[in-house]
T-cell receptor
Framework: EADIYQTPRYLVIGTGKKITLECSQT?????MYWYQQDPGMELHLIHY???????EKGDLSSESTVSRIRTEHFPLTLESARPSHTSQYLC????????????FGNGTRLTVT | AQKITQTQPGMFVQEKEAVTLDCTYD???????LFWYKQPSSGEMIFLIY??????QNATEGRYSLNFQKARKSANLVISASQLGDSAMYFC??????????????FGGGTRLMVKP
């Protein structure tokens, strides 16, 4: 079973602040993902990574950026938070192959005031 | 066009009864996978069950089974003997394999299941 951790669990921050949402996994998975989810709605892929130094944008355009300097760490950064960024952000990872499911962290619920 | 459609925004089921959550999908990729996830109010996503497009048998995992009808492009989740703890959002998701080396998923809009005691 994958262990994947996200911090903080909840974050309330003012407009214009820079924030970084942390995501770490201990399973050595090369593939990692960030999804954005508005309350009660579907998840949308915003970033993914195939491995160290590999990052790509997902289907949903996002003003956030990501980095992948270490296998286990995939942080997401917003340079200047806005109320439109209020959402839940879910990090996930998966093993190699097509069948393994995504393993998700508990998510970060971000509110920008 | 929506790739994953879940037509039931909300459903009630009596405790101990079975319930079916609908999911239809749209793809021209001959190789794909279908997943169901459960999301309790706490927000985490819990993997329930997987069906590959070439699998001959319907997938089963404990009280969960997937009714896979390939010609109809449907992948309904059946939960038997509902429990109060089954109350949650349920998401159907699809992975299309031909141009997707990253195992990325497309999600449906979800169905909120409420189990009545």
């Amino acid at each position: 079973e994958a262990d994947i951790y996200q911090t903080p669990r909840y974050l309330v921050i003012g407009t214009g602040k820079k924030i970084t949402l942390e995501c770490s996994q201990t399973m050595g998975h090369d593939k990692m993902y960030w999804y954005q989810q508005d309350p009660g709605m579907e998840l949308h892929l915003i970033h993914y990574s195939y491995g160290v130094n590999s990052t790509e944008k997902g289907d949903l355009s996002s003003e956030s950026t990501v980095s992948r300097i270490r296998t286990e760490h995939f942080p997401l950064t917003l340079e200047s938070a806005r109320p439109s960024h209020t959402s839940q952000y879910l990090c996930a990872s998966s093993e190699e192959g097509l069948e393994p499911p995504l393993h998700f962290g508990n998510g970060t619920r971000l509110t920008v005031t | 066009a929506q790739k994953i459609t879940q037509t039931q925004p909300g459903m009630f089921v009596q405790e101990k009864e079975a319930v079916t959550l609908d999911c239809t999908y749209d793809t021209s990729d001959p190789s794909y996978g279908l997943f169901w996830y459960k999301q309790p109010s706490s927000g985490e996503m819990i993997f329930l069950i997987y069906q590959g497009s070439y699998d001959q048998q319907n997938a089963t995992e404990g009280r969960y089974s997937l009714n896979f009808q390939k010609a109809r492009k449907s992948a309904n989740l059946v939960i038997s003997a509902s429990q109060l703890g089954d109350s949650a959002m349920y998401f159907c998701a699809m992975r299309e394999d031909s141009f997707n080396a990253g195992n990325m998923l497309t999600f449906g809009g979800g169905t909120r299941l409420m189990v009545k005691p």
